[in-house]
């Protein structure tokens, strides 16, 4: 389905199909939307402000301007109408990718200082308790886990 309206001066169109925008040009229509390396989303500059194309499109199609467009495969440059959905934050965030650790990265907790020791650190209260800098990963793991069990 083609769905067509005016924004910005220009008159606007969307591929349901294929998830494409295109605006009007005097010799026919121009395909939008440059893919950012920064955010990996597709923006474009309408009347000289900065929109995220999956926002633009939503708007195009259900004229009304989305709280959070969250793409539900994940996949950011699929902009088909039947992959976008106006959502929350919270349910955005539950929908994206799960990070892992690292097999080098520090467990949780423990972070290196400038000079290569470690230090342990726990949240509590609204508070970061720290511990004594230590000169192995394990010694301060046992500063964590002691100071989990004091103020835990």
Request: charged fraction near 30%.
């Amino acid at each position: 389905m083609i769905y067509k309206r005016e924004f910005g001066s220009k008159e606007w169109a969307y591929s349901s199909k294929t998830g494409k925008l295109f605006y009007k040009v005097p010799d026919g229509w121009y395909e939008v939307g440059q893919f950012s390396t920064k955010n990996k989303y597709a923006s474009i500059r309408v009347a000289g402000i900065h929109h995220l194309l999956h926002r633009l499109i939503w708007y195009i199609v259900h004229d009304y301007w989305p709280n959070t467009v969250d793409h539900k495969d994940r996949n950011t440059k699929n902009n088909r109408l039947s992959n976008l959905r106006d959502t929350d934050h919270s349910v955005n965030a539950r929908n994206s990718r799960k990070r892992k650790r690292k097999e080098n990265e520090l467990p949780v907790g423990i972070n290196r200082t400038r000079n290569g020791r470690y230090i342990a650190h726990y949240g509590c209260n609204y508070k970061v308790i720290t511990g004594l800098v230590r000169n192995t990963v394990e010694e301060a793991l046992i500063d964590r886990k002691d100071l989990e069990q004091f103020y835990g």
